[in-house]
Protein backbone atom coordinates (compact mmCIF):
# COMPACT_ATOMS: atom_id res chain seq x y z
CA UNK A 1 0.00 0.00 0.00
CA UNK A 2 1.26 3.20 -1.15
CA UNK A 3 2.05 5.35 2.06
CA UNK A 4 0.41 9.00 3.12
CA UNK A 5 0.86 12.17 0.85
CA UNK A 6 4.16 13.62 0.49
CA UNK A 7 5.68 10.88 2.68
CA UNK A 8 9.34 9.95 2.18
CA UNK A 9 12.39 7.17 2.09
CA UNK A 10 15.43 8.33 2.16
CA UNK A 11 14.47 11.50 1.15
CA UNK A 12 12.98 10.10 -2.25
CA UNK A 13 8.99 11.35 -1.89
CA UNK A 14 6.33 8.33 -2.05
CA UNK A 15 3.87 9.38 -4.36
CA UNK A 16 -0.42 8.57 -4.27
CA UNK A 17 -1.74 6.22 -6.95
CA UNK A 18 -3.99 9.24 -8.04
CA UNK A 19 -0.71 10.84 -9.09
CA UNK A 20 0.07 8.00 -11.81
CA UNK A 21 -2.65 9.88 -13.99
CA UNK A 22 -1.01 13.05 -13.32
CA UNK A 23 2.46 11.53 -14.72
CA UNK A 24 1.02 9.71 -17.51
CA UNK A 25 -0.86 13.09 -19.15
CA UNK A 26 2.70 14.80 -18.53
CA UNK A 27 4.79 11.57 -19.80
CA UNK A 28 2.22 11.21 -22.90
CA UNK A 29 2.69 14.86 -24.02
CA UNK A 30 6.16 14.73 -23.83
CA UNK A 31 6.44 11.51 -26.00
CA UNK A 32 3.79 12.67 -28.76
CA UNK A 33 6.52 16.03 -28.94
CA UNK A 34 9.04 13.47 -30.22
CA UNK A 35 6.73 11.45 -32.27
CA UNK A 36 6.10 14.49 -34.19
CA UNK A 37 9.42 15.96 -34.10
CA UNK A 38 10.56 13.03 -36.47
CA UNK A 39 9.58 14.03 -39.30
CA UNK A 40 11.38 17.58 -39.47
CA UNK A 41 15.00 15.34 -38.82
CA UNK A 42 16.97 16.16 -41.78
CA UNK A 43 19.51 16.58 -43.72
CA UNK A 44 20.61 19.97 -43.59
CA UNK A 45 18.12 20.84 -40.91
CA UNK A 46 19.10 23.37 -37.78
CA UNK A 47 18.42 22.04 -34.58
CA UNK A 48 17.90 25.60 -33.56
CA UNK A 49 14.82 25.13 -35.72
CA UNK A 50 13.63 21.71 -34.11
CA UNK A 51 13.93 23.65 -31.05
CA UNK A 52 11.44 26.21 -32.36
CA UNK A 53 8.93 23.39 -33.97
CA UNK A 54 9.25 21.86 -30.17
CA UNK A 55 8.12 25.26 -28.38
CA UNK A 56 5.43 25.42 -30.55
CA UNK A 57 4.11 22.18 -30.30
CA UNK A 58 4.34 22.52 -26.33
CA UNK A 59 2.55 25.92 -26.55
CA UNK A 60 -0.22 24.43 -28.73
CA UNK A 61 -1.12 21.99 -26.45
CA UNK A 62 -1.52 23.99 -23.41
CA UNK A 63 1.16 23.27 -21.54
CA UNK A 64 4.62 24.74 -20.35
CA UNK A 65 8.06 23.72 -21.28
CA UNK A 66 10.39 23.06 -17.99
CA UNK A 67 13.30 24.43 -19.68
CA UNK A 68 13.09 27.67 -20.91
CA UNK A 69 14.24 29.37 -18.15
CA UNK A 70 15.23 26.61 -15.78
CA UNK A 71 19.03 28.26 -14.42
CA UNK A 72 19.50 30.60 -17.40
CA UNK A 73 18.50 27.71 -20.03
CA UNK A 74 16.55 29.45 -22.87
CA UNK A 75 15.34 26.28 -24.64
CA UNK A 76 12.38 23.95 -24.81
CA UNK A 77 14.70 21.22 -25.55
CA UNK A 78 18.61 20.21 -25.66
CA UNK A 79 19.97 18.57 -28.49
CA UNK A 80 22.70 16.27 -28.49
CA UNK A 81 24.19 15.44 -31.70
CA UNK A 82 26.78 13.14 -32.45
CA UNK A 83 29.84 13.16 -29.60
CA UNK A 84 27.72 15.63 -27.64
CA UNK A 85 26.34 13.63 -24.32
CA UNK A 86 24.04 15.69 -22.99
CA UNK A 87 22.56 18.88 -22.74
CA UNK A 88 23.17 20.15 -26.02
CA UNK A 89 22.03 23.98 -26.98
CA UNK A 90 19.93 24.07 -30.48
CA UNK A 91 21.70 26.42 -32.99
CA UNK A 92 21.64 27.36 -36.41
CA UNK A 93 24.34 24.49 -37.35
CA UNK A 94 22.75 22.38 -39.79
CA UNK A 95 22.49 18.55 -39.80
CA UNK A 96 24.60 16.24 -42.00
CA UNK A 97 23.93 13.26 -43.66
CA UNK A 98 24.13 10.41 -41.10
CA UNK A 99 24.42 12.82 -37.62
CA UNK A 100 22.24 10.95 -34.96
CA UNK A 101 21.14 12.89 -32.47
CA UNK A 102 19.14 12.94 -28.85
CA UNK A 103 16.24 15.11 -28.67
CA UNK A 104 15.42 15.79 -24.84
CA UNK A 105 12.18 17.44 -24.03
CA UNK A 106 10.52 18.19 -20.46
CA UNK A 107 7.04 19.45 -20.25
CA UNK A 108 5.03 20.59 -17.47
CA UNK A 109 1.27 19.57 -17.87
CA UNK A 110 -1.07 20.38 -15.13
CA UNK A 111 2.00 20.72 -12.51
CA UNK A 112 3.13 17.56 -13.08
CA UNK A 113 6.50 16.98 -15.17
CA UNK A 114 6.66 14.56 -18.26
CA UNK A 115 10.86 13.92 -19.22
CA UNK A 116 12.11 11.75 -22.27
CA UNK A 117 14.70 11.61 -24.50
CA UNK A 118 15.12 9.39 -28.19
CA UNK A 119 17.72 9.61 -30.61
CA UNK A 120 17.10 10.44 -34.29
CA UNK A 121 19.18 9.87 -37.07
CA UNK A 122 19.49 12.87 -40.29
CA UNK A 123 19.33 11.00 -43.98
CA UNK A 124 18.01 7.87 -42.99
CA UNK A 125 19.59 5.05 -41.88
CA UNK A 126 22.55 5.24 -39.90
CA UNK A 127 25.84 3.99 -39.72
CA UNK A 128 27.12 0.24 -38.65
CA UNK A 129 28.76 1.36 -35.33
CA UNK A 130 26.05 4.14 -34.68
CA UNK A 131 23.42 1.63 -35.12
CA UNK A 132 24.84 -0.41 -32.57
CA UNK A 133 25.32 2.06 -30.52
CA UNK A 134 21.71 3.35 -30.36
CA UNK A 135 20.38 -0.09 -30.26
CA UNK A 136 22.53 -0.93 -26.89
CA UNK A 137 21.78 2.49 -25.08
CA UNK A 138 17.98 1.49 -25.71
CA UNK A 139 17.71 -1.86 -24.89
CA UNK A 140 20.58 -0.81 -21.37
CA UNK A 141 17.45 1.30 -21.23
CA UNK A 142 14.95 -1.45 -21.36
CA UNK A 143 16.84 -3.64 -18.89
CA UNK A 144 17.08 -0.98 -16.22
CA UNK A 145 13.53 -0.63 -16.30
CA UNK A 146 12.61 -4.17 -15.89
CA UNK A 147 14.89 -3.97 -12.67
CA UNK A 148 12.05 -1.65 -11.08
CA UNK A 149 9.96 -3.38 -8.35
CA UNK A 150 9.08 -3.00 -5.17
CA UNK A 151 12.30 -4.75 -3.15
CA UNK A 152 14.87 -4.01 -5.64
CA UNK A 153 17.07 -1.32 -5.10
CA UNK A 154 18.44 1.63 -7.10
CA UNK A 155 22.19 -0.37 -7.60
CA UNK A 156 19.81 -3.16 -9.36
CA UNK A 157 18.96 -0.90 -11.99
CA UNK A 158 22.32 0.22 -12.20
CA UNK A 159 23.92 -2.97 -12.58
CA UNK A 160 21.97 -4.40 -14.94
CA UNK A 161 22.70 -1.09 -16.91
CA UNK A 162 26.39 -1.28 -16.58
CA UNK A 163 26.80 -4.97 -17.34
CA UNK A 164 24.63 -5.11 -20.33
CA UNK A 165 26.35 -2.13 -21.96
CA UNK A 166 29.98 -3.35 -20.63
CA UNK A 167 29.14 -6.94 -22.28
CA UNK A 168 29.24 -4.88 -25.49
CA UNK A 169 32.18 -3.44 -25.28
CA UNK A 170 30.61 0.29 -24.63
CA UNK A 171 31.12 2.80 -21.67
CA UNK A 172 28.35 3.94 -19.26
CA UNK A 173 28.76 7.70 -18.68
CA UNK A 174 29.37 8.04 -15.12
CA UNK A 175 29.56 11.57 -14.79
CA UNK A 176 25.73 12.41 -15.62
CA UNK A 177 22.42 10.38 -14.18
CA UNK A 178 18.64 9.89 -13.97
CA UNK A 179 16.58 11.82 -10.96
CA UNK A 180 13.33 11.90 -9.00
CA UNK A 181 10.23 14.34 -10.66
CA UNK A 182 6.74 14.34 -10.26
CA UNK A 183 5.60 17.95 -9.24
CA UNK A 184 9.69 19.26 -9.09
CA UNK A 185 11.65 18.71 -12.51
CA UNK A 186 14.48 17.29 -10.77
CA UNK A 187 14.41 15.90 -6.74
CA UNK A 188 16.07 12.69 -5.29
CA UNK A 189 17.48 10.09 -5.97
CA UNK A 190 20.16 10.41 -8.47
CA UNK A 191 19.61 7.18 -10.29
CA UNK A 192 22.95 5.82 -11.44
CA UNK A 193 23.33 3.82 -14.43
CA UNK A 194 26.10 1.84 -12.96
CA UNK A 195 26.74 0.41 -9.29
CA UNK A 196 26.59 -3.13 -7.66
CA UNK A 197 23.46 -4.98 -7.12
CA UNK A 198 21.97 -4.55 -3.59
CA UNK A 199 23.19 -1.33 -2.70
CA UNK A 200 21.44 1.84 -2.68
CA UNK A 201 18.13 2.72 -1.39
CA UNK A 202 15.00 0.40 -1.66
CA UNK A 203 12.78 0.80 -4.14
CA UNK A 204 9.00 1.26 -3.19
CA UNK A 205 5.62 1.49 -4.40
CA UNK A 206 5.20 5.48 -5.40
CA UNK A 207 8.66 6.15 -5.84
CA UNK A 208 8.85 8.42 -9.23
CA UNK A 209 12.03 8.85 -11.51
CA UNK A 210 13.81 8.92 -14.83
CA UNK A 211 16.17 6.20 -16.05
CA UNK A 212 18.19 8.04 -19.13
CA UNK A 213 21.53 5.55 -19.55
CA UNK A 214 23.87 7.72 -21.77
CA UNK A 215 26.44 5.17 -23.34
CA UNK A 216 29.62 5.72 -25.53
CA UNK A 217 31.74 4.11 -28.09
CA UNK A 218 34.57 5.16 -26.70
CA UNK A 219 35.80 5.69 -23.45
CA UNK A 220 32.96 6.88 -20.70
CA UNK A 221 34.83 10.39 -19.94
CA UNK A 222 33.08 13.75 -20.63
CA UNK A 223 33.82 17.11 -20.34
CA UNK A 224 31.76 20.51 -20.44
CA UNK A 225 32.46 23.01 -22.74
CA UNK A 226 32.62 26.66 -22.06
CA UNK A 227 28.40 27.14 -22.15
CA UNK A 228 28.52 25.38 -18.73
CA UNK A 229 25.89 23.12 -20.93
CA UNK A 230 27.29 21.29 -23.52
CA UNK A 231 28.87 17.62 -22.69
CA UNK A 232 31.04 15.73 -24.83
CA UNK A 233 32.69 12.69 -25.23
CA UNK A 234 36.58 13.38 -23.89
CA UNK A 235 38.00 10.88 -26.91
CA UNK A 236 35.19 12.42 -29.93
CA UNK A 237 33.72 9.40 -29.40
CA UNK A 238 30.15 9.01 -30.48
CA UNK A 239 27.44 9.19 -27.46
CA UNK A 240 23.46 8.05 -27.37
CA UNK A 241 20.95 8.13 -24.79
CA UNK A 242 17.12 7.20 -24.23
CA UNK A 243 15.41 8.63 -21.18
CA UNK A 244 11.72 7.25 -19.78
CA UNK A 245 9.92 8.48 -16.79
CA UNK A 246 8.94 5.74 -14.17
CA UNK A 247 6.66 5.25 -11.38
CA UNK A 248 7.15 1.79 -8.96
CA UNK A 249 4.00 0.05 -8.52
CA UNK A 250 3.11 -2.19 -6.47
CA UNK A 251 4.21 -4.91 -8.62
CA UNK A 252 6.59 -3.30 -10.91
CA UNK A 253 6.95 -0.33 -13.19
CA UNK A 254 4.69 1.50 -14.79
CA UNK A 255 6.07 3.55 -18.06
CA UNK A 256 5.05 7.32 -18.43
CA UNK A 257 6.22 8.28 -21.23
CA UNK A 258 6.11 5.61 -23.73
CA UNK A 259 5.03 6.38 -27.43
CA UNK A 260 1.32 5.66 -28.37
CA UNK A 261 2.54 5.28 -31.94
CA UNK A 262 5.29 3.49 -31.00
CA UNK A 263 7.88 5.33 -32.57
CA UNK A 264 10.09 5.49 -29.51
CA UNK A 265 12.76 2.98 -31.16
CA UNK A 266 14.50 2.77 -34.02
CA UNK A 267 13.59 5.93 -35.58
CA UNK A 268 14.86 4.98 -39.21
CA UNK A 269 13.10 2.95 -41.60
Not at 33 to 61: C, K, P, S, W, Y
Not at 110 to 126: E, H, L, Q
Not at 167 to 173: E, F, L
Request: contains cysteine.
Amino acid sequence: MIGKSGQTRDGIRIHQEVDFAGMHKAGALASKILDDIAEHVFVGQTTGELDRLIEAMVNDAGAKSATIGYRGYQHASCISVNHVVCHGIPSDKKLKDGDILNIDVTVIVDGWFGDTSRMYVAGGKPNRKAERLIQVTHDALMIGIEAVKPGNTFGDIGHAIQSFVEGHRMSVVRDFCGHGLGRVFHSPPNVLHYGRAGTGAVLEEGMFFTIEPMVNLGRAETKVLADDWTAVTRDKSLSAQFEHSVGVTATGVEIFTLSAANKYHPTWG
